[in-house]
């Protein structure tokens, strides 16, 4: 299972960029999408999730700036990110858990996988 994440870079406060992720290589349905970051010195921390019914999870920080969604049928998910801060500076990983192992067509466990992640810098 390969992701590839996509849409980073330089944007001023208040701009908005839009991130995706897009995957490949899994024969079986991708269960939750989601996208975490990571700025220097800190711990990785969840951004958004959304489950394969389209329900999402939102971290405080980001409730009312970012949209989470996917496209079941590409096996794409987009983070729409608005009224950007220089705090939302990181690197922006997306990840999602689909089948793992299994034995022909039967899921036998799940796995998480991670994408490469992408740079969003948020200044003036």
């Known amino acids: 299972v390969q992701l590839q994440a996509s849409g980073g870079g330089l944007v001023q406060p208040g701009g908005s960029l839009r991130l995706s992720c897009a995957v490949s290589?899994?024969?079986?349905?991708?269960?939750?999408m989601a996208w975490y970051r990571e700025a220097p010195g800190k711990e990785r921390e969840l951004v958004a999730s959304?489950?394969?019914?389209?329900?999402?999870n939102y971290a405080d920080s980001m409730k009312g700036r970012f949209t989470i969604s996917r496209d079941n049928a590409k096996n794409v998910a987009y983070l729409q990110m608005n009224s950007l801060k220089p705090d939302d500076t990181a690197v922006y990983y997306c990840?999602?858990?689909?089948?793992?192992?299994?034995?022909?067509?039967?899921?036998?466990?799940?796995?998480?996988?991670w994408g490469q992640g992408t740079q969003v810098t948020v200044s003036s």
């Open positions: 990840n999602v858990e689909t089948c793992g192992t299994f034995s022909g067509i039967r899921c036998l466990r799940n796995a998480d996988y």
């Open positions: 290589g899994s024969g079986f349905p991708i269960n939750d």
């Open positions: 959304i489950s394969s019914g389209g329900s999402t």
